[in-house]
């Protein structure tokens, strides 16, 4: 019988699997990946909220979500392509100082 | 039947996050989170939302994704990854081991708060729940101002993008 | 036997899904073996020459030489591709080309002259959102020639590959649009809903297809489509005298002939999805309902047949060309298209 909570509970994993990747990884761009996996946790959230609620707001909020996330997503990348011309390193300890 | 879908897909999508984060080459990442990403579609069929099953294929696995992997092949990442060990990929040992506990207890924490409702049952679908012309009413009706504030967003975002990645006239 | 016959008998339904399946996997191969004998026939008429003419009466089984020879070939693999992109990009290419069918509507329903307890509509399945998966799904086939272009490492693969994925991901854009306009007349995503809308007669000679409302709109969608799927004059990062062969240079055997079905079943994907949106699906004079499957088999085929006569016949765009092209002129062209129809729609209450 499948309940709300194995959704939500899926969510929480996902969701902790992507913060897992934000913190610890020394790579920008798999950090940037594992923001992606947090919005998408999120996502999983809200659609089975809204169907567990029987009206359709949680899929539009899901819009919303996917729209921020793919302006995020262009801007943080657009950051860090210039970040790399800079530096010639996609590891955030590289980028230590305030002021080159 | 639903059940069993459930797990299959759900143990594609968390396997597959895993490795996201989990290993060395960041092409392999992207391709891997694009299967998550349909793992999380066929979940999204599950859940009578095809509309956003399939919007989610298009922008996520469609568009995002390809945007990541010119990246990751404009800064040819994969040469610095082949060599890359554990101390290179996720630091120190200290860090390491910190940040592994912290993740278990945020997981068991959302596992917790996230279960507190009494086990629910998925209600019965209301009629017309999935349908396409539902959502656009709702959505340029109800919720017309946050999408004009979005429409704003990917202006600005689009503009930011082209200023902060574009060749310097300088230098 | 007994019991096989009578699972058989209480399952037909089922069993008659599993035989469609098949039945349209197989169809669509035997497209593409066509296709490779229509192209180099019609190119050779154009070009005013014979074209296949030894193998099989009148070169009729030039395909099937075409098809032994990639089998036999030996399989090649630059030194340092990596390997697992490398196999995996012509997969994604053919699975994504293949996949868009499953929505798309070839007749009317059936009961197989009274086989099936219960009418079997022509098509794999239709949902309320088939051409948004349409659409998904061809959004899918970036990937595989991105990757290829990257797992060859080879520098002509790479640019090749980059801008062939430029150009789709662009003319995405007007593609979409072009369907949006139909999908704002018909009220809804289904192409089985959009082909059923099409049924009918104007004065009783004219057929109610899309194509004479939305004139435009066709227009826009087959440009888009032909640029999608990398043909005809759109076909700069391909070409022969440009740049090699672009992303599929390295390949060989098996994995190039994946690369060549997975292209004319896109062309195939295009043509079809066309003739269900503008052209009528499987209506036509002349023949019963439950014979429209032919009619859409000769309308599908009379769109290739007008890719293949392009291919031949126009010169090609430079790349900046092609992108300013879909970018400055097609895009701008689709979007009044669709704020005109929108506004006749709402204006005139359809």
Known sequence: MLTLNHFLLLSGVLFAIGTAGVFLRRNLITVLLSVEVMLNAVNLSFVALGRYQGNVDGQIITFFVMTVAAAEAAVGLAILIALFRHRESLNPDAYTSLKW | MDLILFYVFGAVAVLASIFVVGQRNPMYSVLLLILSFGALSALY???????????????YAGAIMVLFLFVVMLLNAQKEEKEATARQMFGGPGPRRFGAVLSVLLAAQLGWALTQIRPA?????????????????????????AFEATSLLILVSMVGAVVLAGRRSES | MESIAGWVDAN????????????????????????????RKVAA????????????????????????????KEELRPKGADVALFYLAPILSAAAAFAAFSVVPFGAETTLFGLLDEPLALGITDVNVALLVIFAVTSMGVYGIVLAGWASNSKYSLLGGLRSAAQMISYELSYGLGLAAVVIMAGSLSLREIVGQ?????????????????????????IAGVAETNRAPFDFPEAEQELVAGYHTEYSSMSFALFFLAEYINMATVSAVAVSLFLGGWHGPFLPEWLGWIWFLVKVFALLFFYIWMRWTLPRYRYDQLMEFG?????PIATVNLLVTAAITIYMGW
């Open chain 3, 198 to 222: 099409q049924s009918g007669y104007w004065f009783g000679f004219i057929p109610q297809w899309y194509v004479f409302i939305q004139p435009v709109g066709f227009l826009v969608y087959m």
């Open chain 3, 45 to 72: 008429v154009i070009q005013q020459r014979h074209g296949p003419w030894l193998v099989g009466p009148r070169g009729l089984l030039q395909p099937l030489a075409d098809i032994l020879k990639l089998i036999m």
């Open chain 3, 12 to 39: 037909r339904t089922l069993i008659a899904h599993l035989v469609l399946i098949g039945a349209v996997f197989f169809l669509l191969q035997i497209t593409a073996a066509v296709l490779v004998y229509m192209e």
């Open chain 3, 327 to 331: 970018w400055k002129y097609l895009l």
């Open chain 2, 121 to 145: 049952l998925m209600g019965d679908a209301a009629p017309g729940i999935s349908s396409v012309r539902e959502i656009g009413r709702r959505l340029f009706t109800d919720y017309a101002f």
């Open chain 2, 45 to 59: 069929v599950l859940l009578d939302a095809p509309f956003v099953a399939v919007t989610q294929i298009i922008i």
